[in-house]
Nanobody, 119 residues
Framework: QVQLVESGGGLVQPGGSLRLSCATS????????MNWYRQAPGKQRELVAG???????NYADSVKGRFTISRDNAKNTVYLQMNSLKPEDTAVYYC?????????????WGQGTQVTVSS
């Protein structure tokens, strides 16, 4: 059973910073890609950032240069450092792990953490 637990959300003023953490269960998590998604009220869930098992990263255009995804495999934790936050970054942020088994994709999700950017 894969468990993902996010933390670090909260209320921050525009221009501020937050660091989200995603703790994962299991000893083999370093093998799998990890992603951060977000979902704002009335909108579809969107991919914010991803990191592969090799450490390669990708970002949504809207967060490039402001957000940084990283992973600490020894701690089974993935981070999302968010700087220069804007009101449009307000959303519930979800951690996601992808596993491919016998050509089948399995997605695992955390419960989400609320990020609110407001003055």
């Amino acid at each position: 059973q894969v468990q993902l637990v996010e933390s670090g959300g909260g209320l921050v003023q525009p221009g501020g910073s937050l660091r989200l953490s995603c703790a994962t269960s299991g000893s083999t998590n370093s093998l799998y890609p990890m992603n951060w998604y977000r979902q704002a009220p009335g909108k579809q869930r969107e991919l914010v950032a991803g990191i592969g098992s090799s450490g390669s990263t990708n970002y949504a255009d809207s967060v490039k240069g402001r957000f940084t995804i990283s992973r600490d495999n020894a701690k089974n934790t993935v981070y999302l450092q968010m700087n220069s936050l804007k009101p449009e970054d307000t959303a519930v942020y979800y951690c996601n792990q992808v596993r491919i088994v016998l050509n089948m994709r399995y997605d695992y999700w955390g419960q989400g953490t609320q990020v609110t950017v407001s003055s």
